[in-house]
């Protein structure tokens, strides 16, 4: 087995232990709720096949909806987390040339450009999490503020995962 294989599943199991038995339990005001667990789809490497992507994002959404007894909700906004991830990357890492770059950390591709894709993605994922969690227009603007506050905390929780673990890239 490879070196990254292994990395990347005990990545999965320690986000998916961090999210269900530590930050399940943390909520502000019950309104920001931190979903540290979508770090595994954002730091997979670049060069993961899309099918592989998917499938991933879903296992990764699936176990967290077996923990959050939400059916379907979590794996639904994996899969467009990946899908949305697939075109970012297609979009900038052409265009910025990080085509040798492994994986899309804060080492390797820099504050400007991880901080964008790490808070256009957080945005698109719990965008889509709250509104096919309440479905209804009635509470759009109780949705949009537990959208916005945590998407705010979650991307403070992967700022700060990222600078803990934080290697600068080798030349």
């Known amino acids: 087995m490879s070196r990254a294989l292994i990395y990347n599943l005990i990545r999965f199991i320690v986000l998916v232990l961090l999210q269900v038995f530590l930050l399940k339990n943390i909520s502000l005001y019950n309104l920001s709720v931190p979903y540290l667990y979508i770090l595994f789809i954002l730091l997979l490497p670049l060069e993961t096949p899309n099918l592989l992507l998917f499938a991933l994002s879903f296992l990764m ?3 967290i909806d077996a923990f959050y007894d939400t059916p379907g909700l979590h794996a639904a906004a994996s899969v467009v987390l990946a899908f949305v991830r697939v075109l970012f990357v297609s979009i900038t890492v052409q265009k910025d ?3 040798n770059e492994p994986e899309p950390t804060l080492g390797n591709m820099g504050f400007r450009w991880f901080f964008t894709y ?5 945005l698109f994922h719990h965008f889509f999490l709250f509104n096919l969690e309440v479905f209804r227009l009635t509470e759009i603007q109780y949705t949009l503020l537990r959208f916005l506050s945590s998407s705010v905390f979650t991307l403070f929780l992967i700022l700060i995962s990222s600078f803990l673990f934080y290697r600068r890239k080798e030349r």
């Open 61 to 63: 959404g699936l176990t």
């Open 97 to 99: 040339g990080f085509d």
């Open 118 to 122: 790490a808070a256009i993605l957080t």
